[in-house]
């Protein structure tokens, strides 16, 4: 997954849950910047270099986690404020369009205490259209 948000929105937080949660579907890519590219129709991450293997805790500094040196993004996830995240989103609103690669997308409100658990229900469960 893709983790978009505003500086100080909880992007880094999120993924720690998730890595936190011991899934081995869920692997750190990169921190705070991610190198997109587009192949055959999917769209693939990695991390910049400098940054490979590092996540950011507030308040505690920079982590060393081990980390996927690429890896297929299949659900992108927007960290907004919770007037902007609707309860049962459209289908239009439900997809994004990245590098020409139409994405699955979710609106996660900012704060909020069980996002990781949404995510993964997002991962395993795709939504059903409304």
């Known amino acids: 997954m893709l983790v978009r948000g505003q500086s100080g929105s909880g ?6 849950a998730l ?21 055959a129709g999917r769209l693939f991450a ?10 950011e805790v ?3 500094g920079i982590l060393r986690q081990p980390y996927l040196s ?7 996830v927007d ?5 902007l995240c609707s309860r049962l989103p459209s289908a239009a609103a439900a997809e ?6 139409r994405l699955r997308r979710m609106a996660l409100p900012i704060g909020q205490a069980d996002g990781w658990v949404r995510v993964l229900a997002a991962i395993r469960f795709p939504a059903v259209p409304v």
């Open 46 to 55: 990695s991390p910049p270099e400098p940054l490979a293997g590092l996540i």
């Open 70 to 76: 690429s890896a297929e993004i299949g659900l992108v």
């Open 96 to 101: 994004i369009e990245i590098e020409g690669v």
């Open 19 to 39: 890595l936190i949660a011991g899934r081995d579907d869920c692997r750190l890519i990169a921190d705070d910047r991610v190198v997109l590219a587009a192949e």
């Open 11 to 16: 992007k880094s937080s999120l993924v720690l």
């Open 79 to 83: 960290l907004q404020p919770v007037e």
């Open 58 to 60: 507030r308040g505690q």
